[in-house]
């Protein structure tokens, strides 16, 4: 993982792209969003404009996104709230639930009295509070409010490569490419999270072109396709974004992959943390009816298992040996990614030390069970709540 200096908050260092609008939408992400911020604006390549919009944090996500780029407010004596800051124009505006503050960050030498209008020396900030807004009603808002022929998406649980805002962008000169997806790289802190990453992460090789399907962590699209999409499904909150995906491929679109376009993700920090993730991926899964053959494989597998082990009680305990296939089936992909790790010289941050190595070759199958676990729960929770909304 390239590392990344601490950057001046309102020294732009990138060539600045003025066509490129970059969206987030944060809800109390403020253990993560300086970091990812940072990464953001050390790129080699900078948006035109930046739009956030926070879902109404209830910690200090808000305040510390207005102090990256050395916003302050004041209310004034009719209840509003002003911008106040040295070198930067401003202007807001707010309703009962919404915050909407806007700024302007110079490049070094640009005076204030230029005009920004198509400047590529201007980064345009907007900042938007909505209060009670999902993922997919935050990604919604802050697109509507874009000016950019090209939106760029990621998460504030990541950090961006320096030159992800170019490679996830740089097709499209060419007007036959409208949606663009880059990989997913896993950033680890612990041996739980190396873990989680050899289960859940694919590598370069192991993706296809044909089915890859982005994650909005890492994404671009011109702006007409998120129109024509009907955008971000927003009776969703989670899984919205391969709802989002699939919609864009029923229009014919044909999604791009740039393995060069790399975000790096932080995987979860606990248990509880894994299977709550978990379990609303798969009960988006079901409000949004996707992967169904996915999901019923997984409810027939582990039927098989119990039918084993119940089989195995009752007649013969030789059937238990029926459980050795199963077990390598389960495990394969996994092992695989853990023998490549193991064969491989890397000291990036899932890289597992010597004495991990053994513990998490016998560690993996249970964190793959409480995985699938959390997945049939939250699907059966998904299909109940779809049943009640019939």
Known sequence: MKENSIAGNNNIKGKILPEISFITTVYNEEKDITEFLESLMNGTHLPGEIIIVDGGSVDLTFNKILDFFNIEISEDKDGEYNNEQAGVEESSG????????????????????????????????RIIRKKGANISQGRNEAIKNSSGSIICASDAGCILDRSWLFEISRFYDDNSYNVVGGISLPYCRNFLQKCLAVCIMPSKEEISEKKYMPSSRNISFRKKVWVEAGGYPESMDYGEDMKFNFNVKNMGYTIKFNPDAVVYWKMRENPVQISRQFFRYAKGDAAGRMYPHRHLIRFIAFLLILAIIFSAFYLNRWILLALIPLFIIYTFKP???????????????????????????FFIPFLLLQIDISKMCGYIYGLTRNIKKI
């Not at 909407?100 to 345009?124: H, L, M």
């Open 94 to 125: 707010v309703q009962p639930d919404v915050k909407d503050i806007r700024a302007i960050i110079r490049s070094p030498g640009r005076s204030t009295g230029d005009n920004n209008t198509g400047n590529e020396g201007y980064i345009n900030i």
């Open 335 to 361: 092992y695989k990614r853990l023998a490549r790790l193991f064969s491989s010289k890397s000291t990036d941050s899932c890289s597992f030390c010597r004495k991990e190595k053994i513990l998490s070759i």
